[in-house]
């Protein structure tokens, strides 16, 4: 089962870059620690924790310029494709239950929980992905070239949300921890510093609690 | 501590996970034909039949060749997901003798 895990990822992968879609599209979560080891981006890092959630953040909702229907592809492709019953939200199942969800960062108000994109997909949309948005990096493993968000990214962004996480906040503490040995302290400052007054608020909050980084200030 | 408060929300996840996974293939499974195909050769030539159970008589339908690829597909989808739902169900059980 554990051999299927991953080989179902790689399919994923595939068929999303066989649509041109994987450059539309950012790993994040678990599995872009996975990438993050898989591809030796961070030299002597191993990833832990490995769930079966596969979350893709969208960079754009309105690329590729020319839509394409990631619904059907998935459908046709074998994979059980739901909409949530609450959000309409998009959902892929694996045999190997592997579960595939599409996010998009939230602007402005952002009444809207939900979001139609020219993926052909519902991505649900959320607050504080824009850091992961924003500061992503490609990297190679196997034939493909994947998008993750900076380690630096990543890590900050879990210290942002960690309040909001409820029982995962531990779970994301120690996913921090892991990566913590591994980063670049300048480029997490640099990021620190221009996170907005709130996000900033949330971090130190979190270092007040944890009293890990006092690099970033 | 930490560990096993991490490692029982992780478990915990995973048991949701498995449930809705098991309430969306069942969904897909009643859609999709039970039974199987059989081949027969008469005189020469080969003919299909979709047969089925119910209650304690096997019941049979004579399928066109063109038709068979399909049935046979949705057969074949019918069965990975029946031993996938095998799988998630049994995987359940695992997790909830661990978090007793």
């Known amino acids: ?217 | 501590m930490a560990e096993t408060s991490i490692l029982k929300q992780v478990l915990l996840e995973e048991f949701e996970r498995n449930n809705h996974f098991i309430e969306s293939a069942e969904k897909e499974v009643s859609q999709l034909p039970i039974g199987y195909i059989s081949k027969k050769s008469i005189n020469n030539k080969t003919y299909f039949y979709y047969q089925w159970r119910e209650g304690d008589k096997i019941r049979s339908k004579y399928i066109k060749m063109k038709d068979v690829q399909i049935l046979n597909k949705k057969i074949r989808r019918r069965k990975e997901l029946e031993e996938a739902i095998r799988k998630a169900k049994n995987e359940n059980r695992r997790i909830e003798r661990a978090l007793k």
């Open chain 1, 1 to 217: 089962m554990i051999e299927n895990k991953y080989k179902e990822f790689w399919e994923i992968i595939d068929l999303l870059d066989k649509e041109n879609a994987l450059n539309h599209l950012i790993v994040i979560g678990s599995w872009a620690e996975y990438l993050y080891e898989q591809s030796g981006l961070l030299s002597g890092f191993r990833s832990e924790l490995r769930t079966r959630d596969i979350d893709f953040v969208i960079r754009n909702k309105r690329k590729p310029s020319s839509p394409i229907n990631l619904t059907n592809v998935f459908d046709e492709a074998g994979y059980i494709v739901e909409q949530d019953r609450i959000t309409g939200k998009t959902r892929i199942l694996t045999l190997a239950r592997l579960e595939v969800e599409f996010l998009l960062a939230k602007v402005g108000a952002g009444l809207e929980r939900t979001m139609e994109t020219n993926l052909g997909v519902i991505a649900e949309t959320l607050r504080n992905i824009d850091i992961l948005r924003d500061n992503f990096i490609p990297v190679s493993v196997k034939d493909y070239v994947v998008n993750v968000p900076k380690p630096e990214a990543y890590i900050i962004q879990k210290m942002i949300i960690n309040d909001e996480r409820g029982d995962k906040s531990l779970k994301d503490q120690r996913a921090i921890n892991n990566i913590l040995p591994y980063i670049n302290k300048n480029i997490a400052k640099s990021m620190y510093q221009n996170l907005s007054k709130k996000q900033k608020s949330k971090v130190d909050k979190y270092n007040a609690e944890v009293e890990i980084l006092d690099f970033l200030k």
